[in-house]
């Protein structure tokens, strides 16, 4: 059963950077397909809401397990001990904070889109 818990890591890593690396040379596919135009108009504009829909979901939750993570490293390295209840408010704050900024660059994009003309 310990092999099992040392293996976990890699069993989980590298098949997430996989997914990762696939989604981004789809991502670049789709783009590259779009801009020569071998792509219709109707595919071409539910291809962009998709991925838009995708990125925005996918830059909140990076953001707030990077903090999270940034977080309980920076607790670790402290040379004294954190309380348990300490650790856990320290990343519901830093998890806060990365939400509040996520929501900032939301309303900022979206008030730089509806000014952009179409």
Same mark, same amino acid.
Do not use: C, H
């Given at each position: 059963?310990? #092999?099992?818990?040392?293996?976990?890591?890699?069993?989980?890593?590298?098949?997430?950077?996989? @997914? @990762?690396?696939?989604?981004?040379?789809?991502?670049?596919?789709?783009?590259?397909?779009?801009?020569?135009?071998?792509?219709?108009? =109707?595919? =071409?504009?539910? #291809? /962009?809401?998709?991925?838009?829909?995708? +990125? &925005? &979901? &996918?830059?909140?939750?990076?953001?707030?397990?990077?903090?999270?993570?940034? +977080?309980?490293?920076?607790?670790?390295?402290?040379?004294?001990?954190?309380?348990?209840?300490?650790? /856990?408010?320290?990343?519901?704050?830093?998890?806060? @904070?990365?939400?509040?900024?996520?929501?900032?660059? +939301?309303?900022?994009?979206? =008030?730089?889109? #509806?000014? &952009?003309?179409?």
């Amino acid at each position: 059963m310990s #092999n099992f818990w040392d293996m976990l890591p890699v069993i989980i890593i590298f098949p997430t950077m996989a @997914i @990762i690396v696939k989604w981004s040379l789809e991502y670049k596919l789709r783009f590259r397909l779009i801009e020569k135009g071998l792509i219709d108009e =109707k595919t =071409k504009f539910l #291809n /962009l809401i998709t991925l838009g829909q995708f +990125a &925005s &979901s &996918s830059m909140k939750w990076g953001l707030v397990l990077t903090l999270v993570g940034l +977080a309980i490293l920076i607790v670790q390295a402290l040379p004294y001990r954190v309380e348990p209840e300490v650790i /856990l408010g320290i990343i519901m704050v830093v998890a806060g @904070i990365a939400l509040l900024g996520y929501y900032g660059l +939301a309303e900022r994009a979206l =008030k730089r889109r #509806n000014q &952009s003309p179409v």
